[in-house]
């Protein structure tokens, strides 16, 4: 990788984890819109779809620092005995390209496998190719639907050791 990431497990409702939700969203919100995102868009879309789930028994975030700088987040949610679901990946667009969302994901990867979980699956918008390499690279490989969501276009899985 090329720089140094430290990465934390904190409370998504933590300065830093909003901080970087906000970010994430601001480029979700921008690339479905194929414009600029408004300040109202964005945080009608944190109102509309929260990440207080991701904590406790239900799941956890992570930010990703370089320095002490925060330029990317992830979320892991817990649905089944046996099934979590990736979800709030991001990398800032300065970070991008050095390995920084790869070893996000791996690190999220392995609370996965603590918790006994031998599948990891998300979903995502087929506009987003870069993740949708990112996740091919990283042995995700498309599965059919499996929930309803309004911006899902591509749904994939990895089984885990």
């Not at 919100?29 to 929260?50: I, K, L, N, Q």
């Not at 005995?81 to 990398?91: G, I, K, P, S, W």
Request: proline content about 3%; overall charge negative; charged content about 25%.
């Amino acid at each position: 990788m090329g720089v140094s990431a430290t990465f934390a497990v904190v409370h998504p409702s933590s300065e830093p984890a909003l901080d970087i939700l906000y970010r994430y969203n601001v480029d979700i919100v921008g690339r479905f819109y194929g414009r600029e995102a408004s300040d109202e868009e964005v945080r009608r879309v944190m109102v509309d779809e929260p990440s207080d789930d991701l904590t406790g028994d239900s799941g956890l975030f992570v930010v990703a620092y370089v320095g002490v700088e925060v330029v990317g987040c992830g979320g892991v949610r817990f649905v089944s005995a046996d099934v979590a679901e990736l979800t709030r990946v991001f990398v800032d667009a300065g970070a991008r390209g050095n390995g920084l969302g790869a070893s996000m994901i791996e690190f999220l990867e392995g609370f996965v496998q603590q918790s006994q979980r031998k599948r990891i699956r998300l979903d995502t918008r087929a506009d987003l190719v870069e993740a949708l390499g990112l996740y091919a690279k990283l042995g995700y490989r498309e599965v059919p639907e499996f929930n309803d969501e309004p911006y899902a276009e591509v749904w994939l899985e990895k089984q885990l050791d």
